[in-house]
């Protein structure tokens, strides 16, 4: 088996502010994934990478920037929080689009 | 593009009773189908999934979910529910090839009823 660590488990920003949500995994998986999950809305695809150094934005990607510099790792980063933004940030894992592995989730309130 | 409707956000169930959760998938080639439940305060885990042959497939706690292409669903069924089932419920498609977008859809909040 294997885990997926996402870093920190809650974010408090200041508006404006740039924040970054780290995630790893031991699955030695190859795709990685950033959702974003509001209430009533569902899973939201921010941005997917197939292997190391590769990124893909997804239907969200406006206002965050995403990185894979290691294949165990993808990190997020909200490049100018939101006043009154909350969500929850879910890190996932997959074996080449086939299951896909979950984090326990970041979640982020801006004040 | 790929999507994923869940017409139903909040579906409540007597305890015993049965159960469907409604979900339809947009994709033009043949996808791959998936549902995840996420239980109060937990992360998500996945329920069930399809990637080919028998349309009928099982998954855990007695959830079942059928494949009909021709009406583009993957309904989630269980024949009578426990009061543990309450929970959130996402379908999900992705490509069955090459393209690793995963696209989920708004999710169903499950309550059961004693």
């Known amino acids: 088996g294997g885990i997926i660590t996402q870093t920190p488990k809650f974010l408090i920003g200041q508006e404006g502010q740039k924040l970054t949500l780290k995630c790893q995994q031991n699955f030695n998986h190859d795709t990685m994934y950033w959702y974003r999950q509001d209430s009533g809305k569902g899973l939201r695809l921010i941005y997917y990478s197939i292997t190391e150094n590769d990124l893909q934005k997804g239907d969200l990607s406006e206002g965050y920037d995403a990185s894979r510099e290691k294949k165990s790792s993808f990190s997020l980063t909200v490049t100018s929080a939101q006043k009154n933004e909350m969500a929850v940030f879910l890190c996932a894992s997959s074996p080449r689009g086939t299951e896909v592995f979950f984090g326990k989730g970041t979640r982020l309130t801006v004040v | 593009a790929q999507s994923v409707t869940q017409p139903d956000a909040r579906v409540t169930v007597s305890e015993g009773a049965s159960l469907q959760l409604r979900c339809k998938y947009s994709y033009s080639g043949t996808p791959y189908l998936f549902w995840y439940v996420q239980y109060p305060r937990q992360g998500l885990q996945l329920l069930l999934k399809?990637?080919?042959?028998?349309?009928v497939v099982q998954g855990v706690n007695g959830f079942e979910a059928e494949f009909i292409k021709s009406n583009s669903s993957f309904h989630l069924r269980k024949a009578s529910v426990h009061w543990s089932d309450s929970a959130v419920y996402f379908c999900a498609v992705s490509a069955n090839y090459g393209n690793e977008k995963i696209t989920f859809g708004a999710g169903t909040k499950l309550t059961i009823k004693p």
């Open positions: 399809y990637y080919s042959g028998d349309p």
